[in-house]
């Protein structure tokens, strides 16, 4: 049978060692005699699998103990809301926000922070196509704005910020990691806030991880919903209402496979040799496009075009027939795109590169 291969940005691929752990303890979660789907979230079982994910992921993200967990519900696009009514309330109203656009996530997120702040895009890469970060030294910050808005993985436009930029003094850095988080080492400390839907790098949807400095909790605007407020969050252990437990439940599962496979410093090694496989192969010649100024080249999400665009259909085609799913680019952008996650094997880069030299008839 075909290896199948699965390049979705998310929901995508998750280890094979997971998803069989899982089937395995589906009916009967350690003599316990319940699914973790049936158990109260309150119990001792679910307490003890709530606790040592969290553990896990903040041993593996090194993450400093003035920084809280959270696994919230709403998806990443939720934050987009949920950050400013919980992070505004800092500075006096209306507090500004600022953004560097690179793409269309970060863009999503200043259309929903303008509902609840004076939004100001610093810089934007806009007239670059997204193809771009615009250098440091033009980004024109705001002093005493409420936080730094970046997306360091634009899941759509295949590009990463792969530094952390100086804010201005006392102003935190928000991080929208959800497409690379785990992918790469992060010194947290320099941020205020870091989150990531789960389903790309975590887990399956319905998961929000949301890692938060302390002194950013607490100040909430009056009407942001009470599920929502990270001190109602933060002070119950994510079970101020029901958290998603199966999705947290995975999550761990993930977690302990990544500290299995050597932690994120291994992982990064891994990740940093697939994507140079990868964008070799669509370098090779011009048969291929990928847009994006190769420093800022996602490892992550690896969008490319092909240069005879008539031909698309019969490059998924023929990928579908060799098992290598979902390649077709975002929609908003068309072309092709390869999510390589840390669940994908190199087996599986190296495949699609097989492919890719096939296809463009390279070799022969
Ligand atoms: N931010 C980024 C970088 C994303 O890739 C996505 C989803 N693809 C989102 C936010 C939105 O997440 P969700 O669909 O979980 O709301």
Redesign the pocket.
Known sequence: MTTIYNFS??PAVLPKEVLRQAAAEMLDWHGSGMSVMEMSHRGPEFISIYREAERDLRELMNVPDNYRILFMQ???????AVIPMNLVGRKAQPATIDFVRTGS?SG??IKEAARYANVNVAASAEDSGFTTVPPQSEWRLTPDAAYLHL?T????DGVEIDFVPDAPAGVPIVA????HILSRQVDVSKYGLIF??A??NIGP?GV?VVIVREDLIGHALPFCPSAFDFRNVADNESMYNTPPTYGIYIAGLVFRWLKQQGGIAAMERKNIEKARLLYAALDADDFYQNRVAPAYRSRMNVPFYLRDESKNEAFLAGAKARGLLQLKGHKSVGGMRASIYNAMPIEGVQALVDYLNEFAGRGR
């Open positions: 940005a998310g709403g998806g990443g696009l939720s934050q987009n996530w999503k997120s997306c993985n634009e899941t759509i929208d990691m959800s497409s990531g839907g389903q790309k949807a929000t």
